[in-house]
């Protein structure tokens, strides 16, 4: 008897575009990174000027390598790697609706695009126009027309994503996770430049938000790498076990975001009702972290698709709650001198700024992880082209149980 040939992965999206969006998720986590270090360092108005272009450090090497503070170098390499996340995102999105069968939904994804990147850009443009009037001495004109425009586009890109979704065209979720990507990769980088523009009207208010949404859209790419993945036969989790794993994966994910978001105003804003919030919410989510690796480990086959995400969740969260207790006592169980400070205050050191950074990117990694997890459980047989009678159909690849609920392809 001759060994079974290895089977050859159905893939769903071209190899180049699943190598660009690991690309892409990298970027969102060097930014992410970038932007925890400024706010454990408070230099987030380091630069009070914005937009600046990609190339500023290049250009006006002589202000940053005279200038003192190390903040303003951490915020524009920030800016720096914003541009290429928004770069990435960019491509990314149009190299996924190139590739969709549709011949009119192909066209009507990539136009949507098209038009929102354009408005993106003129709006970008026009911010930096405002803001060298209001420095010249004049009033901020905010470019409302243009603003409208490209919230306009952003709805087109929209409907162009519930479109894919709608239709049995392979990778749809592919795309349309690409076309989410996008738009939260530019409503962050709006919103950080509005931390800028809005810091003496709304204080820290605004970059808790920036911190939060960062996160998020981290989250988002990762998902978009999870279905991007090329695909096997039977690499789907059993239907026994589908429903209730992914109900409580969704939970997770939801748990965590919020759990997040208490814990962004704990940094920002000092917040005591952020700071017994956080620690109830990570009760919660400790909870439901072990009610997921019960899911996944309890059975055989559900174990083979999931370990490498369950083992990995687990870890983080060990890590995390390690972290979060340290964290939490350097910045508000101090004693001595520092302890007559209001936290936002108090100096903080080389070992406190090292643990409230990694506490916030394990933040980002777990919810990363858990929102890749609820993805991979929910992903259903994938859909790939066949011909049919002329035209292009589609099939499911199925796994070992031919009765499966439809999922995410």
């Not at 370990?307 to 995390?320: D, E, N, P």
Request: proline share 5%; charged share 15%; aromatic share 8%.
């Amino acid at each position: 008897m001759h060994d079974a040939e290895p089977e050859t992965p159905t893939r769903v999206t071209p190899r180049w575009l699943r190598r660009w969006s690991i690309l892409t998720a990298l970027t969102a986590a060097v930014v992410v990174t970038l932007g925890s270090r400024i706010t454990t360092l408070g230099v987030g108005m380091s630069d009070p000027v914005w937009p600046t272009e990609p190339w500023f450090l290049v250009v006006n090497s002589h202000v940053w390598v005279q200038e003192p503070r190390t903040g303003f170098l951490v915020e524009h390499t920030h800016r720096f790697a914003a541009w290429g996340i928004g770069l990435f995102a960019a491509v990314l999105a149009l190299g996924a609706w190139a590739t969709e069968p549709d011949r009119r939904l192909r066209r009507f994804g990539l136009a949507a695009l098209t038009l929102l990147l354009v408005a993106y850009l003129g709006l970008h443009g026009e911010m930096g126009s405002a803001w060298r009037a209001r420095k010249a001495g004049g009033e901020l004109q905010w470019p409302v027309g243009t603003a409208l425009a490209c919230a306009a586009a952003a709805l087109g890109v929209v409907a162009a994503a519930v479109a894919s979704a709608r239709s049995s065209s392979p990778g749809k979720w592919f795309r349309v996770a690409v076309a989410a990507g996008l738009v939260a990769v530019m409503v962050q980088g709006l919103l950080g430049g509005y931390r800028v523009y809005l810091d003496q009207l709304m204080g820290t208010q605004l970059a808790a938000i920036h911190g939060s949404f960062g996160q998020m859209t981290l989250a988002t790419l990762v998902a978009v790498v999870v279905l991007a993945a090329p695909r096997r036969r039977g690499d789907v989790v059993p239907a026994d076990d589908r429903a209730g794993l992914s109900n409580l994966t969704m939970a997770l994910a939801a748990g965590v975001v919020v759990q997040l978001i208490w814990g962004v105003w704990v940094r920002h804003l000092a917040s005591p009702v952020a700071q017994r919030l956080h620690i109830l919410t990570a009760f919660a989510v400790v909870g439901l972290v072990v009610a997921v690796l019960t899911r996944v480990f309890r059975s055989s086959p559900t174990r083979s698709q999931l370990a490498g995400y369950g083992w990995l969740l687990g870890v983080i969260v060990v890590g995390q709650l390690v972290l979060g207790v340290e964290a939490y006592l350097g910045k508000f169980a101090l004693t001595g001198p520092e302890a007559l400070k209001p936290p936002e205050l108090r100096s903080i050191t080389a070992y406190g700024a090292v643990v409230r950074t990694a506490h916030t990117l394990l933040g980002a990694a777990l919810l990363s992880t858990a929102v890749a997890l609820a993805v991979r459980v929910a992903r259903g047989p994938a859909a790939v082209p066949v011909e049919a009678g002329g035209g292009v159909a589609t099939k499911a690849v199925v796994g070992r149980r031919a009765a499966e609920p439809a999922g995410v392809a």
